[in-house]
């Protein structure tokens, strides 16, 4: 071991958690960045940077959560620190049925396809629905007719 790392034991849990954090963002953005250089499409680039980066994740989160809720419960998941934020005060509870009040706003799918797949189960629910109803009715005619 050289002199200047120290081993786990000799540092603080705040200080292991940071490293930890600077790792996995580290990996993450080289993941992101391999997979988005395999996409042509996903690889274009603006004058500054790539369109796709996690910084612009963090962009879109923030837009999505102030467009949905408001801007103070934005910054306080996007983990920013600012004077307006000490007076903004949510307890974990709020902030849970809060947050999942504007999920629907961040999630990414193919929402046609959602809404066409739960229309046809629609149908076919009052389908099956009418076929029940039917046969309970031949049984019901059936009953009567074994009783008399």
């Not at 849990?13 to 960045?33: C, F, G, I, P, W």
């Not at 998941?77 to 999942?100: A, F, I």
Request: charged share 30%.
């Amino acid at each position: 071991m050289r002199e200047h790392e120290l081993k786990d034991s000799e540092i603080s849990d705040e200080e292991k958690y940071s490293r930890y954090v600077v790792a996995t963002k580290h990996n993450l953005e080289s993941q992101l960045s391999r997979c988005i250089k395999k996409i042509p499409e996903l690889n274009a680039k603006n004058e500054n940077q790539r369109w796709i980066h996690y910084h612009a994740f963090r962009a879109w989160f923030k837009t999505q959560v102030t467009d949905a809720h408001q801007s103070d419960f934005a910054e306080a998941l996007t983990g920013h620190k600012s004077l307006k934020l000490v007076y903004y005060r949510q307890n974990d509870k709020v902030r849970s049925e809060t947050y999942q009040r504007i999920e629907h706003c961040l999630t990414i799918a193919d929402t046609e396809k959602l809404d066409q797949n739960y229309s046809e189960m629609q149908r076919d629910n009052q389908e099956l629905r009418s076929i029940v109803d039917s046969l309970s009715m031949q049984l019901q005619n059936l009953e009567k007719r074994i009783r008399v």
